[in-house]
């Protein structure tokens, strides 16, 4: 069966400081990954997918992710923190293939301290 | 402004009473998917349209019903609401596979 685990729903950093998001994902065929971020009051917005090929993937906002098959992780890194960053981060499995559907981690609150 | 336009923004109505969401998808976009976000169960897949048929179905309630007009604007209908209904439901379209564009939500709260 297909699932995703985001470890951690809240994560705070200091501005400036690296940035760490957790995900792993179980499924029967190749994954496609994807992470969404979402501000307050605000819809999804794609932060970056994994679908073949390299597997780091970068993405906006100098964020990237790096797909590790053995671990079964897709984690989130940014090298450096900004105020702007924080929001809900939430890391999304594809499935279904041209159908295209998703399932989603419960998501990570990221806090940025000044 | 993602393109994809969710109306109304806020609902609130009482235990027992139904009401419609709506979506006008990003131009061109065949596909429309909604889903739910709330507190507990977190994003849940519901239902996805495709040109006007409907092509997937997740966690839908039996109280819940959607569809796809020809002008592709749809519609997610919830009925003998609950309290535990409230939640934000997000619309997103795509025109490929996974290329989806999300709206702002419509946050419905029931009292």
């Known amino acids: 069966a297909q699932s995703v685990t985001q470890l951690g729903s809240h994560v705070s950093v200091s501005e400036g400081a690296l940035v760490l998001l957790r995900c792993n994902y179980s499924?029967?065929?190749?994954?496609?990954l994807f992470w969404y971020v979402q501000y307050p009051n605000q819809g999804l917005q794609l932060l970056l997918k994994y679908t073949t090929g390299a597997t780091l993937v970068k993405g906006i906002n100098g964020f990237e992710a790096e797909f590790k098959k053995s671990e079964t992780s897709f984690h989130l890194t940014k090298p450096s923190a900004h105020m702007s960053d924080a929001a809900e981060y939430f890391c999304a499995l594809g499935y279904g293939g041209s159908q295209g559907n998703l399932i989603f981690g419960k998501g990570t609150k990221l806090s940025v301290k000044p | 402004d993602s393109g994809v336009t969710q109306t109304p923004k806020h609902l609130i109505t009482a235990t027992g009473q139904r009401v419609t969401l709506r979506c006008s998808p990003r131009s061109g976009d065949l596909s429309v998917y909604w889903y739910q976000q709330s507190l507990d169960q977190g994003l849940q897949f519901l239902i996805q349209y495709y040109n006007g048929e409907e092509r997937a179905k997740g966690n839908i309630l039996e109280r819940f019903s959607a569809q796809q007009f020809p002008d592709l604007h749809s519609e997610l209908n919830l009925s003998s609401l609950e309290l535990g209904d409230s939640a934000l439901y997000f619309c997103?379209?795509?025109?490929?596979?996974?290329?989806?564009?999300f709206g702002s939500g419509t946050r419905l709260t029931v009292v």
């Open positions: 499924s029967s065929v190749p994954p496609y």
């Open positions: 997103a379209s795509s025109v490929t596979p996974f290329g989806y564009t």
